[in-house]
């Protein structure tokens, strides 16, 4: 009984030696998943900030600055005090 603890121990360690071998084997099949995740992962988030410029405009900023940057056309937004237009949506 005085042994569950060390035999504990070498089972965490086999499971993490294994985990390890498991994804260097499996490196062909992952690597082509995760740049696809990465891939639609940035397309989504382009996506996003057109979609937020093109809703700026649509309120009243300029085309420029709403498409150009839409974090900064955010601020403009705020700034120009365009918040109270959004409540009313």
């Known amino acids: 009984m005085n042994d569950l603890p060390s035999i504990r121990r070498s089972l965490q360690i086999l499971v993490l ?3 390890f071998v498991t994804a260097y084997f499996a490196r062909d099949l992952i690597l082509p998943i995760m740049h696809g995740f990465l891939l639609a992962l940035t ?3 382009a996506g996003l900030s057109l979609l937020i410029g ?9 085309k420029g600055i709403c498409l150009g ?3 900064r056309a ?4 705020v ?4 918040q109270s237009d ?3 949506l």
Do not use: K
Request: charged share 10%.
């Open 17 to 19: 030696v294994a985990l």
């Open 43 to 45: 397309l989504i988030i």
């Open 54 to 62: 093109l809703y700026l405009t649509a309120l009243g900023l300029p």
């Open 69 to 71: 940057h839409p974090r």
């Open 74 to 77: 955010c601020g403009g937004a």
């Open 79 to 82: 700034f120009c005090g365009v």
């Open 86 to 88: 959004l409540r009313e």
